[in-house]
């Protein structure tokens, strides 16, 4: 049997820093034609280099992989979205890609307007639509509110019309992003099961992104284990989670108490708006940081401390909520997710950790969570800079400074 | 199955990619039902408003130029209808042309997210302003009988005539749409220049005024090989009794498909990586 999906020596080049990627304005080019010749030179990034797999049918592949390893470049170009820059991909059968759920929804739309638009999108005929429209319906659970325009659902409505769509697909191979990361966990519980349905026994193939890893040991036989760009591990997938752990052991989010803990650290995640979805940065760049926690038992005071630290172990910078006049008082047990947003990172490039702390005060013993090394992110020298060398490295900072030059009038 | 076979590789041949268009036709309706459903959606006069606006403009520009400024129509078609089947003519070229080239960057999230052709996106957005026309030809055929004793009408004409006029106009709009809308997703600007474009336009084509304005002879010329113009005219001849030029009406349709040619071209070789700039 041929493979499905043959994925032959896949590369995918970004420009940053250089014009391509943003807006070109006709002006830039109007009013200085000549500009381009003397611009500086534009940095590329490879998002993926030489990436090559087969996927058999009926095979379902996890791939995993820190943020900014490639996951998502890959999936947008299995799905046509963007072509690589090198490489090609053979592939026997229609793929349908669900990158984000509730694509093309409409809110002036009602329920069942958006069900066939959605549909279509996705790449079902009417006929399809039509044949799979009362079990959509099912699933969703939005029956009474079918002829409501979808302004009027809530977030969670929506997201489950979207996925009832999404899962009534008929492909014969299914590309997912990540799909699963919101909703209620009963809902995601229908839907792992859904998709398990969709894999086992109707013998489809499907190709699976998410940071639920207990999500791709239940549902994926195959793992891809991606980093910066390039294919680390493929096979089986309990040891490509092996591996994947294993290769995290300085990054992982582990609590530090466990018995008994007033609340846990969720999660933490880095973006960059520089390089989407990756935890790159350019110097000067805004650092948005989400940490997300929960709480078991009401809490009175809770101080929320993250520490950024550099690969030498040293503290860079110590972050608290009430620095930014955020005061956590009397939260109730439930799941939250804080925002935290680093203005301009100034820091010399280079990979950094940080460290979370939560507590009813600043003294030690009013501990209630840590966690060392909860993630980490690089910064890199980028745009901003004009000199034409590297930051030394050895340089613990990066400070913004203005330069002059006059003719010195001599007083003598 | 592996009745499917394709391959996804860096691009670099030209296509149309007719084949895949035509896999694709249910989502030419689905865009266009949309974007028509969307417009009317929460207006209380829903769909008369594509009857009320061109009724509006005729009232208007009869007054002003018919009227006002003595302006003379073809033959003796009275004013209003006159300005009225110009004026439809001109908002399939004027809507469609407004609508496709923002069409790439409003539907932007779909496109970063989901494959399909995306020359579906403008030429969609184009059919809606066909959606609008077609309404607004009942205000056109009540006009007609409103002025039924001063109007002699050809009915052969019009049933030859209208359809060639509204294939030539859709035609046109289709290149100049795909043009604008694929570099209006990497040059904002166009998002200012398209309505300016527009209002220029509208006073180099013969609309408000007949397309024998001129006395020059080589400016008459440039003005009837303008496709729009042709449209025009074609939809005004059954209200006449001149001979119609018919192989200008085929350097017409020939322009219009050579614009249908350029914008295709230009889109297709951009299409790739728009997801990337937009």
Same mark, same amino acid.
């Given at each position: 049997m041929k493979p499905i999906l043959e994925v032959q020596h896949i590369s995918k080049e970004f420009f940053i820093g250089g014009e391509p990627e943003r807006y070109l304005s006709l002006r830039d080019i109007v009013s200085n034609p000549f500009k381009k010749l003397k611009q500086p030179k534009v940095e590329s990034f490879w998002a993926l280099e030489d990436v090559s797999f087969d996927i058999m049918p009926g095979e379902s592949v996890g791939i995993i992989g820190r943020n900014g390893a490639g996951k998502s470049t890959l999936l947008k170009i299995l799905s046509k979205i963007t072509p690589p820059t090198k490489g090609k991909i053979i592939c026997r059968g229609r793929i349908a890609s669900l990158l984000e759920v509730g694509t093309g929804f409409h809110?002036?739309?009602?329920?069942?307007?958006?069900?066939?638009?959605?549909?279509?999108?996705?790449?079902?005929?009417?006929?399809?639509?039509?044949?799979h429209f009362d079990a959509i319906v099912d699933f969703s659970g939005v029956e009474q509110f079918l002829d409501t325009p979808l302004?009027?659902?809530?977030?969670?409505?929506?997201?489950?019309?979207a996925f009832a769509v999404a899962a009534h697909l008929e492909p014969e191979i299914l590309v997912i992003d990540e799909v699963l990361a919101v909703g209620d966990t009963e809902?995601?519980?229908?839907?792992?099961?859904?998709?398990e349905d969709v894999s086992k026994s109707e013998g489809k193939t499907i190709l699976f992104v998410s940071h639920n890893l207990s999500a791709i040991a239940g549902l994926c036989t195959k793992g891809i284990v991606l980093n910066r760009g390039r294919v680390n591990f493929i096979g089986e997938v309990n040891k490509a989670l092996t591996y994947y752990s294993g290769s995290l052991s300085n990054v992982g989010l582990r609590n530090q108490v466990s018995q008994e803990a007033q609340l846990i650290f969720q999660d933490i995640i880095v973006r960059s708006e520089a390089?989407?979805?990756s935890d790159v940065f350019f110097i000067g760049d805004n650092v948005n940081i989400k940490v997300v926690i929960k709480v078991f038992r009401n809490i009175a005071t809770l101080i929320v401390n993250l520490n950024v630290i550099n690969s030498n172990g040293e503290l860079m910078a110590h972050l608290v909520n009430e620095d930014d006049n955020l005061i956590l008082k009397n939260l109730s047990t439930g799941t939250y997710e804080i925002d935290v947003q680093i203005n301009e990172i100034m820091v010399t490039p280079g990979l950094y950790t940080i460290d979370l702390w939560a507590g009813s005060s600043y003294a030690g013993d009013s501990m209630y969570q840590m966690s060392k090394s909860a993630t980490s992110f690089e910064v890199i020298q980028g745009k901003r800079m004009n000199r034409s060398s590297a930051y030394p490295s050895n340089a613990a900072i990066f400070m913004k400074s203005k330069w002059s030059i006059n003719e010195a009038v001599n007083i003598s | 199955m592996c009745m499917i076979e394709y391959e996804i590789k860096p691009q670099n041949k030209f296509s149309i990619g007719l084949k895949e268009l035509w896999q694709y036709k249910e989502l030419f309706y689905f865009f266009t039902w949309r974007d028509v459903k969307v417009k009317y959606k929460q207006a209380v006069l829903g769909f008369l408003w594509a009857v009320l606006q061109p009724l509006a403009m005729m009232l208007i520009f009869t007054l002003v =130029?018919?009227?006002? /400024?003595? !302006?003379?129509?073809?033959?003796?078609?009275?004013?209003p209808v006159f300005a009225l089947s110009g004026l439809l003519i001109w908002n399939i070229f004027s809507n469609g042309l407004l609508n496709s080239a923002n069409s790439m960057v409003s539907n932007a999230n779909i496109i970063k997210k989901i494959y399909f052709p995306r020359l579906v996106v403008p030429l969609s957005s184009i059919l809606v302003a066909l959606v609008d026309f077609c309404f607004s030809l009942i205000i056109f055929?009540?006009?007609?009988?409103? =002025?039924?004793?001063? /109007?002699? !009408?050809?009915i052969i004409r019009l049933v030859i005539c209208l359809p060639v006029s509204i294939l030539i106009t859709v035609i046109t709009t289709f290149g100049l749409g795909t043009f604008l809308s694929a570099l209006n997703v990497k040059y904002r600007d166009f998002q200012y220049v398209v309505p300016f474009l527009i209002q220029f336009l509208l006073f180099v084509n013969p609309v408000l005024y007949s397309s024998r304005i001129f006395k020059n002879a080589a400016l008459n010329f440039i003005m009837q090989l303008n496709p729009i113009a042709g449209a025009i005219n074609l939809a005004r001849a059954p209200f006449l009794y001149t001979v119609i030029d018919w192989p200008m009406i085929l350097v017409n349709?020939?322009?219009?498909?050579?614009?249908?040619?350029?914008?295709?071209?230009?889109?297709?070789?951009?299409?790739a990586y728009f997801a990337d700039l937009a």
């Open positions: 809110p002036e739309l009602t329920g069942r307007e958006n069900i066939y638009m959605n549909g279509s999108i996705l790449g079902m005929r009417k006929k399809e639509i039509d044949k302004k009027r659902y809530s977030s969670g409505m929506q997201l489950r019309l809902f995601q519980k229908k839907c792992l099961g859904k998709m390089i989407a979805n | =130029f018919s009227k006002g /400024l003595n !302006v003379k129509a073809d033959g003796n078609i009275p004013y055929f009540c006009v007609i009988l409103f =002025f039924r004793h001063s /109007l002699s !009408v050809n349709l020939f322009i219009a498909l050579l614009l249908l040619a350029g914008g295709i071209y230009t889109f297709r070789k951009t299409e």
